[in-house]
């Protein structure tokens, strides 16, 4: 059973930095796609970035140049660094991955980010 957790929000100044982990338990694509997301206050949830099939990386336009996600599979790990924070930037994030089948798509609970101005 796959299992992914969400550690790193908090909160944090403007202009200040955060680095959120997810940590994967259970076997799933080594390069598979895996991705952040976030849902803030009255949003709809979107993608913030994500490593797709092959390793090219894509980001949301508002975070580019701020935040960079990263993967490590020896320590199954996705991470996603974020600098520069702005208000706008208060969310829920989630770690997003896929599992072998189609149907396979697995969620974390989410980990608060405040970005206080």
């Known amino acids: 059973q796959v299992q992914l957790v969400e550690s790193g929000g908090g909160l944090v100044q403007a202009g200040g930095s955060l680095r959120l982990s997810c940590a994967v338990s259970?076997?799933?694509?080594?390069?598979?796609?895996m991705g952040w997301y976030r849902q803030g206050p009255g949003k709809q949830r979107e993608l913030v970035a994500e490593?797709?099939?092959?390793?090219?990386?894509n980001y949301a336009a508002a975070v580019k140049g701020r935040f960079t996600i990263s993967r490590d599979n020896a320590k199954n790990t996705l991470y996603l660094q974020m600098n520069s924070l702005k208000p706008e930037d208060t969310a829920v994030y989630s770690c997003?991955?896929?599992?072998?089948?189609?149907?396979?798509?697995?969620w974390g609970q989410g980990t608060q980010v405040t970005v206080s101005s």
């Open positions: 997003n991955a896929e599992g072998f089948y189609p149907n396979e798509n697995y």
């Open positions: 490593v797709r099939r092959g390793g090219s990386i």
């Open positions: 259970g076997i799933i694509p080594s390069s598979g796609r």
